[in-house]
């Protein structure tokens, strides 16, 4: 089964967030360049829009185990292996790579 965000797995603060990002470096590069521009208008309201915003990335990576998850699913279909794997559509429909519908609960 994947790994779900914790959305509690990281404080809502520009410190947690700057720290939980540290698992991605291109991600707190642009978190401070955030940060950065905000800061230079002495903006607050601007300043909370930059922790809102990278939240939950950082959630995302203060998870135990979810970019792992996210990283290897990347590199299978990066390399076309798409066995077992299932999309689901904007109604929630499951279908395999090919686009065949898939019956994820046993049924029929």
Request: proline share 6%.
């Amino acid at each position: 089964m994947a790994v779900e965000v914790d959305p509690e797995a990281c404080e809502r603060t520009p410190e947690a967030v700057r720290t939980a990002l540290q698992r991605r470096p291109d991600w707190l590069r642009a978190f401070e360049q955030d940060w950065l521009s905000a800061a230079a208008d002495f903006d607050q309201a601007a300043l909370a829009g930059v922790v809102d915003k990278w939240f939950p990335f950082a959630c995302a990576c203060a998870t135990p185990g979810y970019l792992d998850d996210v990283e290897h699913t990347v590199k299978r279909l990066a390399e076309g292996d798409t066995e077992g794997m299932v999309f689901r559509d904007e109604d929630g429909r499951a279908y395999d790579a090919e686009n065949n519908p898939v019956d994820v609960l046993g049924r029929g």
